[in-house]
C-alpha cells in the first residue's frame, strides 16, 4: 500500500488528472475555478470542502454527468490514463473502468437489495458463473447485504444502502470509484463501518478511490492524499497525514487549536480570517 507520509502521486502512476478545469451551469455560474489534482493508481485521494465548496461538481466533471444538469467544462482537460476523457460518453467511461456512486445512494428502491447489485453486472458480457462469484465477493464485504438480500432496497436503512450502492459499484469491475459523500446522513459507527470498507476493497481488490467527504476527521484516516475546494478552488493538498496536523486545517475543519477544541462560534469567527483567502 501507499505510505501516508509520501505524495502518492510520486509512487505510483497516475490514472486520473484533471488539469485547470473551469465549470459553468447555465452558462453563466462559475462554479469550479481552475482546479488541478492526480489520482494516483491504488490510492484513496480526498476531495474535502463543505457544502458548495464544488466536490460533487468535480467528480461529474470526471464522470460526464454534467450535461444533465445544464453544466459543461469550458477550460482545461481531464485525462484517464493519459487519454483526454472529457468529451467522453458517461457510459465509455465505465466501460474504461471508472465508476461515480453518487450521493444520496440512489438505489432502485423497487428492487431487491440482490436484484440492485446486480445491475452493476449488466456492463460486462461474462458468465453467470463469474457474476455469482463477484457477488459472493461483495457479500463478503458487506455481510449485513447477504442477510437483507431479498428484501426491497426502498425498505432498507441509510446505512445498507448505501452498502448497496457500493457494492453495485463493485459488481462492475471498476478500477476507479468516484465516491461521492459516503457519510452523508449517517450515523457515526455506520460512517466508521463505510470507511474500514472501502479501505479492505483498496487494499485487497486494488481499487482507487477519489472521494469527495464533508467529514474532513474521518476522510482524512483512511485517504492517503487530501484536496482542499473552498469556492470551486483548491486551496490546500497534501499527503492525509501532514493535512491531519496543519494548523489551519485542524482549527477550521477539524475544530481544533493549540488551545484545544475550539466552539462553532469560534470556527465561524476563523472563518472569516483564514489565511489562505486573505
Not at 461483495?138 to 452498502?163: D, H, I, N, W
Amino acid at each position: 500500500m501507499l505510505d501516508a507520509s509520501t505524495p502518492p502521486e510520486v509512487q505510483a502512476e497516475t490514472l486520473l488528472e484533471l488539469s485547470n478545469i473551469e465549470v459553468i451551469y447555465d452558462h453563466v455560474i462559475l462554479v469550479l475555478k481552475g482546479v488541478s489534482l492526480k489520482v494516483p493508481k491504488g490510492g484513496i485521494t480526498a476531495l474535502l470542502g463543505g457544502n458548495g465548496a464544488g466536490k460533487t461538481t468535480t467528480l461529474k466533471a470526471v464522470s460526464n454527468l454534467l450535461k444533465s444538469e445544464r453544466g459543461e467544462v469550458t477550460k482545461g482537460r481531464i485525462s484517464y490514463r493519459g487519454e483526454n476523457v472529457h468529451d467522453s460518453d458517461p457510459s465509455a467511461l465505465v466501460r474504461k473502468g471508472v465508476i461515480q456512486v453518487m450521493e444520496g445512494r440512489h438505489c432502485f428502491e423497487h428492487l431487491t437489495v440482490e436484484e440492485n447489485l446486480l445491475t452493476g453486472s449488466y456492463t460486462r458480457g461474462v458468465s453467470k458463473a463469474d457474476i455469482q462469484a463477484d457477488l459472493e465477493l461483495v457479500y463478503s464485504y458487506f455481510p449485513r447485504l447477504k442477510e437483507r438480500r431479498k428484501s426491497q432496497a426502498g425498505y432498507t436503512s441509510g446505512g445498507e444502502q448505501q452498502m448497496v450502492a457500493i457494492g453495485r459499484a463493485l459488481m462492475s469491475k471498476p478500477e476507479t470509484i468516484l465516491l461521492d459523500e459516503p457519510s452523508m446522513g449517517l450515523a457515526p459507527q455506520l460512517v466508521e463501518q463505510i470507511f474500514e470498507i472501502v479501505k479492505s476493497v483498496n487494499e485487497n481488490e486494488g481499487v482507487t478511490f477519489l472521494l469527495a467527504e464533508q467529514n474532513t476527521n474521518v476522510a482524512l484516516r483512511y485517504a492517503h492524499y487530501g484536496y482542499i475546494l473552498e469556492s470551486g478552488r483548491v486551496v490546500m493538498d497534501g499527503p492525509a497525514a501532514d493535512l491531519r496536523e496543519n494548523p489551519d486545517v485542524k482549527e477550521f475543519y477539524l475544530g481544533m487549536s493549540e488551545e484545544g477544541r475550539k466552539s462553532f462560534r469560534d470556527v465561524r469567527s476563523y472563518r472569516r480570517r483564514k489565511r489562505w483567502l486573505s
